[in-house]
């Protein structure tokens, strides 16, 4: 018998752009418009401030260990800092809760919550 499975929330630190800790919440929200300020050149105004690597390629990686853009492993990590890249995945799944956490610089993947039998 199949579960449902969804995705209820995401943390990233170090992760691409991201130096700082930055969470959210995915489940529950109806329709969402993501919006964002490019704090590094204004004359970007919201191109390259990060919403596509937060949205797309944060749970791809965490999931998969890959972006849909090919970047794995110390890729995914902030060129701006040395520090682990961290990404987090909280789903429930059939009721469960599972979390998926994913590191780069070092690599690492740790699962919790998972029951065995699924």
Do not use: Q
């Not at 209820?8 to 964002?36: K, Q, T, W």
Request: with cysteine; hydrophobic share 40%.
């Amino acid at each position: 018998m199949s579960k449902r499975v969804r995705l209820v929330s995401a943390e990233y630190e170090h992760f691409l752009g991201f130096r700082e800790r930055v969470s959210l919440p995915l489940c529950d929200l109806g329709l969402v418009m993501v919006r964002a300020e490019n704090r590094t050149s204004a004359a970007a105004d919201s191109n390259g401030s990060g919403k596509t690597a937060l949205i797309v390629d944060g749970p791809a990686w965490v999931l998969f260990g890959e972006t849909l853009r090919g970047l794995r492993a110390d890729a995914v990590a902030c060129r701006f800092t040395k520090d682990t890249a961290v990404g987090v995945m909280h789903l429930d799944v059939g009721g469960e809760r599972v979390t998926i956490a994913r590191t780069a610089r070092p690599s690492s993947l740790r699962v919790s919550g998972l029951d065995p039998d699924l």
